[in-house]
């Protein structure tokens, strides 16, 4: 079986299904038009500082959810889920490093951890592909390229950075309606934070991408940078926490919204 | 003087003026097109659950900026501000009880204090006035109806409670431009939570608001409702905290981001 083959299954059965061990592979394609989360676990007392830095950086830190303390369940976007088994696969971070990539993380569980859910890329490209406008990286079934740029997020506590960036080439003639339509889902990183000319934003070489793989930009279109998911997890690894627990790349928290219930108009 | 003689001041002048202890009134007509803000100065242990209430309830709760611990600076929407001395007055908390109304909170600031801006409705009124609709509260010099309602918030942590809702009666044929008009603003309120019927949200009579006045409904105008800024501070106040510091009623914080800038789209 592959993701897609699970792409008209409910979240709920496939959280089940992870949770049971019985998917241990990266998620996009699952539970189609279901929202797909980030995950960041962290001690309460860092998770003040993010919360913050989340507030003061929207676009790159959409928060879906935030668990209470010690509990697991993400009450808001998937009543009766536990953060500590329901993704496929995870990071687990001592002092600023990854020392183990666990199926579940029970073990490493705690009464001061909080779970944050991020809003992902996935929500509005689903967004994009309806409206008729290609998305690179699917169609040449890469990753997609992330920069580092020179955009400073609005620090908070100890949490500082650069805005990480995704990028999406894009035919001149579709680029508004690409704004219009990512500008609709504020709550899944929103409109593009940029549009064309990458060294304005300190992109030196769009083809040489930080992370992700590089895709084609063909003649006529526009490089259109959006807010990444990774700038927060890149803020946390900088002032490596004595302990922290995130998703692994790809294997994602499926809750239960539609991306459409995050639509905005 | 009247506060509406300042409308085409800069707030960062009225704030001087009001620094100075030159202007104690309200300040609804000052500076015209630029944001002002309810105030909620929390010790940082309450912080955590109110960033997280707000989280939860966006649309009552939108967050426009929260300081660092016992520095009173608005550092996204007011560099250079005070937090301690630029609102014309304060009610101070103590154990829920409004102890003194002061005209600053200098002897009160700590280092602990976490001060939080949030959203209020004269962003989106400004919008639905520059689109001919009328805003009745206003034509009739009253304060805007509110209402507890039996939409009940996302708890966190100690704080929990119902949504209040604020009330303008408005056209029937342009109830959907209102809600057009306000769903530009999701950082200010945004579109309405309730159109029509009262009871369905828990309202027993609209001509009695649990605050605020009553106004006018005219024949042919429905009644819409929206999430109002004093849910957090009812649901704060619900606790009783040791301590807590708001504005008054009406005398709000006036800051340098205009209207304009928190619009989606």
Not at 33 to 40: D, M
Not at 80 to 88: H, I, K, N, V
Not at 181 to 198: E, K, L, M, Q
Request: hydrophobic share 40%.
């Amino acid at each position: 079986m592959k993701a897609f083959d699970y792409a008209g299954v409910s979240p709920r059965e496939v959280r089940q299904m992870i949770r049971e061990g019985k998917w241990t592979l990266p998620t996009p394609g699952m539970c189609k038009g279901h929202v797909q989360g980030n995950l960041v676990i962290l001690p309460k007392d860092l998770a003040y500082d993010f919360l913050v830095f989340a507030q003061r950086n929207p676009k790159p830190c959409p928060i879906l959810d935030v668990t209470e303390p010690g509990n697991p369940e993400p009450k808001i976007v998937a009543p009766g889920a536990d953060l500590s088994t329901d993704l496929p696969r995870y990071r687990v971070w001592v002092n600023g490093e990854c020392v183990e990539e666990p199926t579940d993380v029970k073990k490493y569980w705690r009464d001061d951890l909080v779970g944050f859910l991020l809003g992902c890329s996935f929500s509005f490209e689903g967004a994009l592909l309806e409206a008729g406008i290609p998305v690179r990286h699917i169609e040449q079934n890469r990753n997609v390229p992330m920069y580092i740029t020179n955009i400073q997020c609005a620090p908070a506590g100890a949490l500082k950075g650069p805005m990480v960036v995704s990028m999406r080439p894009i035919p001149a003639a579709q680029v508004p309606k690409a704004v219009l339509c990512t500008g609709r889902f504020p709550a899944v990183h929103g409109s593009p934070v940029h549009i064309g000319d990458p060294s304005l934003i300190g992109i030196a070489d769009v083809n040489k991408p930080d992370m992700g793989d590089p895709v084609d930009i063909n003649p006529g279109e526009v490089p259109v940078f959006w807010a990444c998911g990774c700038t927060p997890q890149a803020a946390i690894m900088d002032v490596k926490p004595p302990f922290c627990i995130t998703h692994a790349p790809g294997h994602m928290f499926i809750a239960d919204p539609k991306d459409a219930d995050y639509a905005v108009f």
